[in-house]
């Protein structure tokens, strides 16, 4: 398996995804391609967008973090959060890492430990009982509603909330 987290996948609750091939170099640039066209549509249209990056999968090298930051210089209004299971130690997590120092990026890190996942202010547990205390536990999970972390975004850049979500 490359993910840890194959028996609590969130993608076990989704229907609908889609998987993009990076195998080649001509099929990396075509999806980075297709990216860039799709974010300068977006942005030339909005003061603001918020991207999720990788409703399924991760970052799968330093290049495309890079790629990411990029995007970031070459639209002001852009805005990026994600998650990510790369170890620290891997040259990735240390590229995210240097991202989630844009005040426009959120991408919650792993250390992969037996331990829950801390990440700034974040922190995953299996149970809600688990929950330290003073830390709110995520609306968006807590109240089994249809909500989207972006409808309450207080896990964003800008918030100094300590929130909890249940593995997934």
């Given at each position: 398996m490359s993910c840890d987290q194959w028996n609590r996948c969130y993608g076990d609750h989704c229907f609908q995804v889609a998987r993009q091939d990076v195998?080649?170099?001509?099929?990396?640039?075509?999806?980075?391609?297709?990216?860039?066209?799709?974010?300068?549509?977006?942005?030339?249209?909005?003061?603001?967008?918020?991207v999720r990056l990788?409703?399924?999968?991760?970052?799968?090298?330093?290049?495309?973090?890079?790629?990411?930051?990029?995007?970031?210089?070459?639209?002001?209004?852009l805005y990026l959060y994600g998650?990510?299971?790369?170890?620290?130690?891997?040259?990735?997590?240390?590229?995210i890492k240097d991202l989630n120092t844009e005040s426009r990026t959120r991408i919650l890190l792993s250390d992969q430990a037996e331990t829950p996942w801390e990440a700034g202010h974040f922190l995953v547990v299996d149970e809600w009982e688990d929950t330290p205390p003073r830390t709110a536990r995520c609306p968006a999970e807590l109240t089994g509603r249809d909500l989207k972390c972006v409808d309450c975004t207080l896990c964003f850049p800008g918030f100094t909330l300590d929130i909890s979500g249940k593995a997934h």
């Open positions: 195998s080649t170099p001509e099929a990396e640039e075509y999806l980075w391609a297709n990216i860039e066209l799709q974010l300068s549509f977006l942005c030339a249209r909005n003061d603001k967008v918020l990788h409703v399924l999968g991760d970052f799968y090298s330093v290049e495309y973090v890079q790629f990411w930051e990029e995007q970031l210089w070459l639209h002001e209004g998650y990510t299971h790369r170890p620290e130690g891997d040259p990735i997590h240390t590229a």
